[in-house]
């Protein structure tokens, strides 16, 4: 089942992947084919038709959406921005061919609200002039929102409380915490001394990490017996 | 030059140390006290410990979420709500959750500046930065995925925008399709893919990213001498085994998981009231913006291009840049490049605030 979904996605017009591709005997030939290959995917969004409205939904809109996206509009800018926008989308449900389960009478007391500058009343007209339609709604598949109820953002964090101040304080300890072990923990040595004490070595020809043994981290600590 | 042997051998052990032999021999946990260069132990030869410390944060926190999150659309944002509202500490966890994803984005971004700028990618480490760019990659999925399951408006539109992507793709694209798997909401298959499919890959890549790690060895620090080949730090570079490496990066993360916790308390993530289709009114997470300016200007095509640009150039780095030199000075065309690249990203993001933002969902 996957594969058949796999394959016939594959078979779009614009991604057509042919025959396998030859093993390429030289690493310049195979170069050549990562080359071909990005080229390939490039030229395929090239050619790929531009996006269009969202969700690809076409044709007549239901009127209950017009009134969702008004109440979108709101909940995301209760401001001048927000109410013009909302009322556009009123008015293109007013003016528009579906109405099924929307009580029009409702977006008509929300259009007055909003234009009295009152969108709070407006919301809440709106919200109760689609409630047939979305009590008519299916469960949601594919890119469905399934949203009866738009509703406000989450309101922000408030003042402080008990169970915040003491979050906050723990959170505190732990970074205190943290930087002080790091700064405990840190290399005995910084960039200059480390470069200095190298430059005064002379070379040996491994690498540091090969060997188990290790240098004084300080010069003063001296050899150990 | 006169060496000393790591440890001391004539203090007697003592009950800890009795008691860590005993899991030693069963556990071989001495294995991880292989010798790391003292460099390796810098703030910024740690970041991808860092990087590492935040995804533990995000596992932790993301196994108490789905504990509360419903991933049915008609109850996504409700769930999110009620955790935020009604169940205690939900709402700080949600917020540690929600920073500690910012700091991985940012570790990881800064962990793979450094190695740009140290040119640890250089051989015989392509490979490995390769991995480096594929976690990069699924980190940014696991961003856009988890501002989706939020299930706003601004998860909803930041879905709308990746299913116009999917269709620019052509078949490349079939898994963002809504009608791959038609009785099933997206935003289920988004949320599988959040709480295992992307965690699962890049625990699997971050694990062979450290088995290479310790294979190929911590790369020398290019401000210091190399040994012969320029592959690896010198012998004479003193070293502390790697558990100490471990020590400081748990410092580090314990520094972290503070901030975290502040930021939580004092700053928490918004959200929004639940989504409606067709309208496209909020912006992006930060992370994004830069592809936003690109949208706003060239259209949703140019998302794809700006991410199929920065991620092309991040693959192709170690196949292009074939100068052995590692310090920074002495690469004049990398450093051009870099500051160019992160000029390009940073004005692009900025510019967004100045735009007025175009519709191309509704």
Redesign the interface.
Known sequence: MFLA??LR???????R?GRPARRHRYVGAS?RGLFLA?GL??A???T?P??S?????EGV?EGY?FV??A???L???PGPT?VA?AEAKVQEMLSGPDQDGVDVALVDQAQQALTAGRPAVAQQALQESIAEAVSELD????????????????A??GS?GG??WT??G??????????G??V??????N?AQ??R???A?????????????????HPQDG??P | ??????R?VSSPPTRTRRALDVIDERLGIRALE??????G???AWSLGGVTAVSLLILIVTGVILVQFYNP?????NDSV?NL??DV??GG?VRGVHFWAAQAMYVTAALHMLRVFLTGSYKRPREANWLIGVAMFGLVTLALFTGTVLK???EG?EA??HN???G??????G?WF??????????LVRLYSAHVVVIPGLILVLATLHALLVKKH??S??P???S??SGE?????????PFT?HL??I?????????????L?????P?????????????EPPLNFWWLYTLENWF???AI??GE?VFF?LLVLIP?IDRNPERFWRRRPVAMALLVLFLAAVIVLTILLKFLTPEV???
Request: charged content about 15%; proline content about 9%.
């Open positions: 979904r796999l996605s594959l078979r779009t017009p614009s991604l992947l170069r990005m995917l490039l395929m969004s090239l790929s531009p996006a409205a969202h969700g690809g939904e809109q959406v969702q996206q109440l979108g509009h909940a995301a800018d927000g926008a469960p949601a598949f594919g890119e469905q929102t399934g949203t009866t109820v738009v509703g406000e953002p989450l922000g964090r402080l169970t915040d979050l906050g723990l959170s505190l300890l732990l970074l205190a915490v943290g930087v072990l790091a405990w923990f840190r290399p005995a040595e960039m480390l470069r004490r190298l430059n070595t002379p070379a040996t020809g491994t690498d540091a990490s090969t060997t188990s043994e290790r240098l004084p981290l050899p150990q | 030059m006169t060496r000393v042997e790591e001391p292989y010798p790391v260069p003292e460099h132990n810098k703030l049915v659309p008609e109850a996504a709500r935020v509202t205690w500490g700080f299930w706003d408006q909803f879905l709308g299913l116009e992507i269709k620019l793709l052509g078949g490349v079939f399709s809504p009608t791959f798997a038609e009785n099933v909401p997206i060895k911590i020398p620090h401000a210091l001498p040994e012969g690896q730090a010198p012998a004479a570079e003193p070293t502390e100490h020590r400081r748990s410092s580090f993360g314990l520094a972290l998981l503070g901030g975290i916790g502040l939580a308390v004092l700053l928490p918004g959200l929004g009231a639940r989504p409606v289709a067709g309208i496209e009114v909020t259209g949703l095509n794809v291009y199929g092309g196949f191309h969902l509704g």
